[in-house]
């Protein structure tokens, strides 16, 4: 089954720590995103990656860290400078075509993030 | 920086009617994207429709895109239960040279029994 996941689908977390989010695609998509939405609201890009070992900065990477070191994989961590931290968190792959977004995303399930 | 800008924001309709959705965009597009989301769930992609194309049908949906006046719409024929959503536009970014794409704000869509 070709897909992507997204773990846990529930996540609790004190002030002031770190968290890492999951996200794993077995589609062979060169292209993979996290975004941010908050209630009643659209999706925000945090980062995105093109290809292994390289991303960018989306519309609000304060607070964030990811890396790419497989093509499968591209965790989000969560950092203690996020300041409002609590939303829940959507990845997303495509294949790429360089300009102009000429490919559908595929999501995963989301993690809902909560911090107290 | 948000492109795209759904109306309305929330619609309820009974079962069986036709659902109309618009979105609006603000710069020059290569496609635009409409997008279905389940309460708590991830996105699924509905259609996908390039900026020569005027018109995409898909079963039940027809989607439109006028580009000299910047705006799309999506239709969704003889509702079902199984249709309330929320539904989003996403067109690629202004200038992009990449595959990111923004998303707008949404529309809430309650199909009543």
């Known amino acids: 089954d070709g897909g992507i996941t997204q773990s846990p689908k529930y996540l609790f977390r004190k002030e002031g720590q770190n968290v890492t989010l999951s996200c794993e695609q077995n589609?062979?998509?060169?292209?993979m995103y996290w975004y941010r939405q908050d209630p009643g609201q659209g999706l925000r890009l945090i980062y995105y990656?093109?290809?292994?070992?390289?991303?960018q900065k989306g519309d609000i990477a304060e607070g964030y860290s990811v890396s790419r070191e497989k093509k499968e994989s591209f965790p989000l961590t969560v950092t203690s400078a996020q300041k409002n931290p609590t939303a829940f968190y959507l990845c997303a792959s495509s294949m790429v075509s360089g300009t102009g977004a000429f490919y559908e995303q595929y999501f995963g399930p989301g993690t809902r993030l909560t911090v107290t | 920086s948000q492109q795209g800008e759904e109306d309305p924001q929330a619609l309820s309709i009974q079962e069986g009617e036709n659902a109309t959705m618009n979105c609006s965009y603000k710069t020059s597009i290569n496609n635009l994207q409409w997008y279905r989301q389940n309460s708590g769930r991830g996105l699924v992609h509905l259609i996908l429709i390039r900026s020569n194309e005027r018109e995409k049908h898909s079963g039940r949906l027809r989607v439109t895109l006028d580009t000299s006046k910047k705006s799309s719409s999506l239709l969704i024929t003889a509702s079902r239960a199984a249709d309330t959503a929320s539904y989003f536009c996403?067109?690629?970014?202004?200038?992009?040279?990449?595959?990111?794409?923004?998303f707008g704000k949404g529309t809430r869509l309650h199909i009543l029994p």
């Open positions: 990656s093109q290809i292994v070992n390289d991303f």
């Open positions: 996403a067109t690629d970014a202004p200038g992009n040279r990449d595959d990111k794409i923004i």
């Open positions: 589609l062979n998509h060169d292209a």
